[in-house]
Each structure stands twice: as C-alpha cells, then as structure tokens.
C-alpha cells in the first residue's frame, strides 16, 4: 500500500519543541519533493514548510520561519519537521504530501500523496 505516515505529534507546553516524522511506505521519497501543511481547527489549511527532492531547496511560511526546519533522509525514507519555540498558534493537525514539486500551496493539483496527520497541541 502506498502511504505517507506522519507521527510525532502530542501535547507540548509553549516554548516547547516536537519533531514531527513523515515516512514513506510502498514508495520511495528520493522522486518526490515533501511539503508540510497544517489544519487549525474552523480554518483553511496553510503550507508550513517544503522541502525539494534533494534536499538542497526549502521554504517556510513567514510565521514559522526561524523557528522550523525540514530537513529529509532519502536513506530513510524520511522527512521530518523540527519545531521549536512552539506557539499556542501552531496548534492544529499537521499533514505531510508528497509532490514532483516543492511547494506551500496546500491546492497544488500535482499533489500525489497525502497523509493522515498528526495533531500537535500547543498548550499551557
């Protein structure tokens, strides 16, 4: 079955660090650049961060920029998303997808594969 699998969310207090994972079952993601969305609760989803398929280009959303980071190792079949210095504003179900393209744009229509998200809660 062809999957991506996100894991690492929880609970975590403001502050406070999670490294999401997003692992590739059934296919490999050396063909495919990952991007990161999320979904607060009552609003749209929203890119967060991408990353291309080599890994030598990413990019984030203005409101996590410096406090992200995507990084992937193809070996392991694995993206991740370091988050630091969480806010309660960064709570909601995180999403990866896999794409011929990196991209923030949670519509893109080349997107080929999604996950099942992870929720992070950002909370005191």
């Known amino acids: 079955q062809l999957q991506l699998v996100e894991s690492g969310g929880g609970l975590v207090q403001p502050g406070g660090s999670l490294r999401l994972s997003c692992a590739a079952s059934?296919?490999?993601?050396?063909?495919?650049?990952i991007n990161w969305f999320r979904q607060a609760p009552g609003k749209e989803r929203e890119g967060v961060s991408c990353?291309?398929?080599?890994?030598?280009?990413?990019d984030y959303a203005d409101s996590v920029k410096g406090r992200f980071t995507i990084s992937r190792d193809n070996a392991k079949n694995t993206v991740y998303l370091q988050m630091n210095s969480l806010k309660p504003e960064d709570t909601a179900v995180y999403y990866c997808?896999?794409?011929?393209?990196?991209?923030?744009?949670?519509?893109?229509?080349?997107?080929?594969?999604w996950g099942t998200g992870t929720l992070v809660t950002v909370s005191s």
């Open positions: 997808a896999a794409s011929r393209a990196a991209t923030l744009d949670p519509y893109y229509y080349g997107m080929e594969y």
């Open positions: 059934g296919f490999t993601l050396d063909y495919y650049a």
């Open positions: 990353i291309s398929k080599s890994g030598g280009t990413t």
